[in-house]
């Protein structure tokens, strides 16, 4: 196994020098004495003579001969100067429809641009207002408000963490709105996701599935994107399918729509010189493809690992009821990704981060509050009960996950949960 040294951030840059010490390299384990000595006050959480392993909250792991066969890749490409719409970006194109099983598949810029192309392709502009779920990465909020439309922020389910269906009903009575974005966290989606695509249909609500975070994941047996109307996803390097920079892609049924899709993120063009539509452009390098289609091949190995781990965490956590936190996993009728860890802490989430850090490991608190709380959000238009994503948001403890981590890694978080009990 090769152990990657790219590090990245979950929803932002690349780990800047600054940030670099959080998220260490694998292999590098401290003997705990002089660190202890350095960092712990009297709460000292381990016995002295234990090993600190540094695990990193995530580390972009790949297999033996990857680089290489991307380097190949890269070389020829090179020297072919193909470097926009060459072959890669093809091969991509049915590769991925081949695994996602959707009808077509347009690859753009990146994840954000790919939710605003979906909008623009579906008129989706000024004094149109769309649903989003309190709880998601800031980039579904912003692409509604580049498209010019409102966004009406709906709370989630305490169940499954994604938009509520019986408030999304509630919000489209009252805000009539053109489309929603439903976003499809960790890996997961709604377990009424069928109830969400139904009424939309229904109503010619325009349903836009943000699943940055979701190639692979399967719905009722079925892949994720297969019966999407519209689907958009990010490729950035932390995602599960993730390129070496910025990429993202659309997945949809309607093949209209689809040209749309490849018309607005190339200039608006109908010919070369000839622009039917202000568009600007999105599109993925050749590089990107390259990579993405090296990456792809592995993408069910990958998964498959990352679920194990997610298993062994789930498994320990569950059989270990005085532990700080409480695993979760996805309603039953979503396999996901594998993508986070995710946990609620029992008291403070900061507290345990800040013991487990002490040890050598670094979580996350993804997503750490409300797309309306942001102080970008201005005048946000919210519709909640209990506003279950203020509540969680506060209390999610992400443990590191990624692909191929070893069985002594994982007992390591484990052993480290256990001494961060009392
Ligand atoms: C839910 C969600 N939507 C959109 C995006 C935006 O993707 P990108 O960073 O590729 O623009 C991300 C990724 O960070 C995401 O997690």
Known sequence: MRFSKLMFAFDGNPVSNKNEAKFH????????????NNRCTKSHLMNTQTTVKKIPF???????????????????????????AGPATKELESKILDYTQANNFIPCANGTDAIQLALRAVGIG???????????????????????ATPIMVDVSSQDYQMDFDLFLEAVQKFKPKAAILVHLYGWCSSRLNEFRAYCSKEKIFLIEDGAQSIGSLFEGERIFQSAFLATTSFYPAKVLGAAGDAGGIFCQDKAIAEK?????????????????????SRMDELQAHFLCESLEKLPERIKSRRESEKKYFDFISKNPNLPLEAKLEPSNIQGNGYLQVSIAKSSYKDLSAK???????????????????????????????????????????????????????????????????
């Open 25 to 36: 390299s694998i292999s590098t384990n401290l003997v705990i004495f002089s660190y202890l």
């Open 126 to 148: 000024q004094g149109d207002s769309v649903l989003l779920p309190d709880f998601t990465f800031w980039a579904t909020y912003e692409a509604i408000i580049n498209v010019g």
């Open 58 to 84: 995530i580390s972009l792991r790949t297999e033996p001969g990857f680089d290489e066969a991307v380097e190949a890749r890269w070389q020829k490409a090179l020297h072919n100067s193909q470097f926009i």
């Open 261 to 281: 899709c490849v018309q607005l993120g190339n200039h608006g063009r109908s010919s070369h010189y000839g622009h039917e539509y202000v568009g600007w452009n």
């Open 356 to 422: 487990l850090n002490l040890l050598g490991i670094t979580t996350g608190n993804v997503y750490p509050s409300p797309m309306s709380a942001q102080k970008g959000a201005i005048n946000p238009i919210l519709v909640s009960k209990d506003h279950v994503t203020q509540q969680i948001s506060k209390k999610v403890i992400n443990l590191p996950l990624f692909p191929y981590m070893t069985d002594s890694e994982i007992d390591y978080v484990c052993d480290c949960l256990v001494n961060s009990s009392s």
